[in-house]
């Protein structure tokens, strides 16, 4: 056995984002350097609503932050209400806390950001706060001699690395050795964040903005969706409208948040579906437009000390509503496995990190499968096949309690 190293225990997480700032907070401990390196200058966080689902609020729970996250946005959903193109209402699917021990939190993507800034750079938590770097931007990586090289010609020595940095991530590359590139799904989706004030005089969509206890609402047909929830402690409605790339009205060729989409395009591709519908997407100021990509399940995520999590693991469609929540199980896993680790060698820790992605990688790879498939039937992620119903992929998404019951499961 290596002798316990006489300093603190250096990780490096590469990327600020969800998954970056999660595994920043699970990693955080006695003894822990941990330095989150993220490309942007952090100011200008943009995106819609974002959920967490049970399997991810339960985490939140045992770290003991789950109130942090609701004073900060995070609202509770009542469940779904599906609406057919004639406006009709089709069904109500309530969702149940006593079924899955937690609730499902609806947050402004800036919301649950600032959330996990917040966390991670508390005091009150154990361990030294979280380093946050921004403006450094990654170049490349030696996974084994855990050194990441930034744009800056800055060298930094870490005895962990995480690469969460995204379906474009340098740290993939260097795990795989080579550029995997993410492909279109065939799907391309409109972003729309429109203020509350605007919708109290358009049927359905007035009483999300103001109920109690909001639903999320789909509207579904003709192979385009429009799925909408509150946030932002409903003050904001955010939409996504879901269409299949080859009834597009306009190209959507970049997977960029900040795109530009045609509204009079949005509305010849949602023509035939309801008018309340048509005129909540009319009120919006401006909307974004990208490309949905994936790509198949890597081979491995794993090399010398480094280890892939979050998109640049596992990139998904976001028809399960589990990119954000698989992100805070890949962190769950990493604070667990990595409980009490303090040397500095690269066989145990590449140990450690095979036993994550053992752990990790059926699960995220059957969620990432089914996603594909629920955006387009019929279709597949790999050699994945899909054999459970709806409503049993949600208990197995949402039963999910951490990375030791689930590897007690397997057992």
């Known amino acids: 056995m290596p002798e316990p190293i006489s300093k603190a225990f250096r990780v490096v997480v590469v990327g600020g984002g969800i998954a970056g700032l999660a595994a920043g907070i699970a990693l955080r401990g006695e003894g822990r350097e941990v330095t989150v390196l ?31 996250f609701r004073k900060r946005g995070g609202a509770v959903d ?97 795990v795989l050795g080579e550029k995997k590139i993410a492909v279109p799904t065939g799907l391309s ?39 909408m929830g509150p946030c932002r402690n409903q003050s904001l409605l955010s939409i996504v409208g879901l269409v299949p790339d080859e ?24 023509e035939d579906f309801p008018p309340w519908l048509k005129d909540t997407f009319k009120t919006c100021p401006d909307l974004g437009l990208w490309q949905l990509r994936d790509f198949d399940p890597l081979p491995t995520w794993v090399k010398g000390r480094t280890i892939l999590i979050g998109d640049a693991a596992h ?3 976001p028809l399960q509503g589990q990119g954000a929540s698989q992100s805070f199980e890949d962190a769950e896993a990493l604070g667990t496995l990595f409980k009490g680790f303090s040397t500095t060698s690269l066989e145990e820790t590449n140990a450690v990190l095979q036993e994550v992605f053992n ?28 054999t459970m119903n709806p409503k049993e992929f949600m208990d197995y998404n949402c039963n999910y309690s951490g990375v030791e019951a689930w590897m007690a499961n397997q057992n």
């Open 38 to 68: 993220e490309a942007s200058g952090m100011n200008k966080e943009i995106g819609a609503a974002i959920s967490l689902q049970p399997n991810a609020v339960k985490i939140l729970q045992q770290w003991g932050v789950e109130d942090e």
């Open 78 to 174: 009542s469940g779904f209400q599906i609406f057919r193109t004639d406006g009709q209402l089709q069904m109500k699917i309530p969702f149940f806390t006593s079924q899955y021990g937690a609730d499902r939190l609806c947050f402004h993507r800036v919301d649950l950001h600032d959330a996990l800034k917040a966390v991670a750079l508390s005091e009150s938590l154990p361990g030294s706060p979280v380093n946050i770097r921004v403006s450094s931007r990654v170049k490349s990586c030696d996974c084994e001699k855990g050194i990441v090289r930034l744009d800056s010609g800055e060298e930094i020595q870490a005895d962990l690395i995480i690469g969460a940095d995204g379906i474009h991530s340098k740290i993939r590359e260097a």
């Open 189 to 227: 989706a409109y972003r729309l964040i429109i203020p509350a004030e605007k919708l109290f005089d358009i049927p359905h969509v007035s009483s999300m903005m103001t109920d109690k206890d909001p639903w999320t609402t789909m509207v579904v047909g003709h192979s385009c969706r429009a799925v």
């Open 247 to 270: 009834k597009m009205h306009e190209e959507a060729s970049k997977t960029s948040w900040t795109e530009s989409g045609s509204m009079e395009d949005l509305l010849a591709s949602f």
């Open 315 to 317: 990139a998904m469609l």
């Open 359 to 386: 752990a990790r990688y059926e699960r995220a790879s059957l969620i990432q499968g089914y996603s594909r498939q629920a955006a387009r039937p019929g279709t597949a992620v790999g050699s994945t096949k899909i």
